[in-house]
């Protein structure tokens, strides 16, 4: 019987380099990234701002906004692929940090709204690196029985930038114009930028890295899993053989499920609690950010458990259907409070069913190939998302309320559900 080595023992005891490295760098990117997504939505109940850019009473503007940065997010990511597998994860991640500070500074400048429907269009093109990104290192620092637990502390940066700005952003408000604020916004990528010095884009140059760890990350492949998990695809992947799978297309529309879901929550929701439902906006934000937090930790969870279990897809259907019975609720609960907490919860869900689907992704497509692969997905996902939330905006503005809006997003809950059962049961 194999004994471990003393420096194996050590490891076994406390976290392996590969995680700390990785999942503080992870964590911190899409935390900080999150914050500069979302500032706007909580924006949207100050008098001044609104005042300033010509908002008020418009939805369909404000629907735009989201839209155009999700819309140029998504579709600009399958050029990000290529590019990261080009020149490394590293250098990549240094100019998308380095060019999203420098438009979060722009965004105190904007004197109108096309120039901050133009910043937020820049910003998605810029912050379109983030998911192919991410795969990249995580396929390149992690076998792949740890892949969806890759996914849980970007995912949960996600969580926690969502819990953190609401509070933060109306926080600021009080204390500061509106302007200001972005520099404080523009201040945070330095958060990841530092911790990058810690992950290079080869675990084997990083310095402290035990030989055995190495190893492990070396021979833990998908072609080398492939046997064991008894999928029905038994062949290495190119990434034009993983566009050829409906498989891929199939977790796409899980991912535009959960973005969908959750920014067209996240973009209307305040606004709908506080002026249409009469729900105090700090009220409002505690509701929305404990909602939140019980989407990270649950990410966590699902993470761990489905990296035990390796099939992965029967947790994204229950989280869309979990999903769609809250939307469903809000649309018929009579409380303001029981309607924010129902909101709160529909809008969480999507954070822990992105661990699901960006640990699909890896299920599919190996290291050589996964930031194209994800890249590609996510034009479905997140650059569709886009699109409904134009069309939420434009909706909510014709028929001048919120129910419409929201049964989109419950159709579209409804399609991730069926995309994941589908996944599910050919065992993914």
């Not at 965004?107 to 120039?115: C, G, P």
């Not at 926690?160 to 952003?169: A, C, D, H, L, R």
């Not at 760890?213 to 492939?226: A, C, D, F, V």
């Not at 977790?251 to 535009?256: A, R, S």
Request: positive net charge; charged residues 10%.
């Amino acid at each position: 019987m194999a004994t471990l080595t003393s420096q194996e023992i050590v490891q076994t005891r406390g976290w392996p380099q590969r995680w700390w490295r990785l999942f503080s760098f992870a964590f911190a990117f899409m935390m900080t990234m999150q914050i500069g997504k979302l500032n706007l939505s909580f924006m949207f109940v100050d008098q001044p701002f609104m005042q300033h850019f010509g908002l008020a009473g418009k939805p369909a503007l404000i629907g735009a906004l989201t839209g155009g940065f999700l819309i140029t997010y998504g579709f600009c990511a399958v050029l990000w692929g290529p590019a990261i597998h080009r020149w490394g994860g590293r250098p990549m991640a240094v100019v998308g940090i380095l060019a999203w500070a420098a438009i979060m500074i722009l965004h105190a400048f904007a004197q109108s709204y096309a120039q901050l429907l133009a910043l937020r269009i820049v910003l998605g093109f810029v912050e379109a690196c983030a998911i192919p990104l991410l795969a990249w290192f995580t396929a390149h620092w992690l076998p792949f029985d740890e892949r969806a637990r890759g996914q849980a502390p970007w995912t949960t940066g996600i969580g926690i930038g969502t819990v953190i700005t609401p509070i933060f952003v109306i926080w600021l408000l009080k204390q500061m114009p509106w302007e200001t604020t972005f520099y404080i916004f523009a201040a945070l990528p330095l958060i990841p930028l530092v911790l990058l010095f810690w992950l290079p884009d080869d675990p084997a140059a990083a310095s402290g890295m035990p030989a055995w760890e190495i190893e492990r990350i070396k021979h833990g492949t998908l072609s080398n899993q492939l046997d064991a998990l008894q999928l029905p695809e038994k062949r290495v992947h190119t990434f034009l053989q993983t566009l050829s799978s409906y498989r891929v297309w199939l977790i796409g529309l899980m991912d535009l499920g959960a973005t969908a879901g959750f920014y067209g929550l996240i973009t209307f929701g305040p606004v709908y609690l506080v002026r249409m439902r009469g729900f105090p906006a700090t009220d409002m934000s505690y509701v929305l950010s404990a909602g939140s937090l019980v989407g990270a930790v649950c990410a966590i969870l699902f993470a761990i458990d489905s990296d035990r279990r390796k099939r992965r897809a029967w947790y994204g259907f229950g989280l869309f259907i979990a999903g769609a019975i809250f939307l469903t609720a809000e649309l018929f609960l009579a409380s303001p409070a029981a309607a924010a907490v129902a909101l709160a919860l529909a809008s969480a869900s999507a954070t822990p069913a992105l661990v699901i689907i960006w640990s699909l992704a890896h299920s599919v497509a190996e290291r050589t190939t996964i930031a194209a692969t994800v890249g590609a997905t996510a034009a479905v996902g997140i650059g569709l998302a886009g699109v409904i939330n134009v069309v939420m905006g434009s909706v909510i503005a014709a028929q001048g309320n919120y129910a419409a809006g929201f049964l989109l997003v419950l159709l579209f809950y409804v399609i991730a559900a069926i995309s994941a059962l589908i996944l599910a049961l050919q065992r993914y």
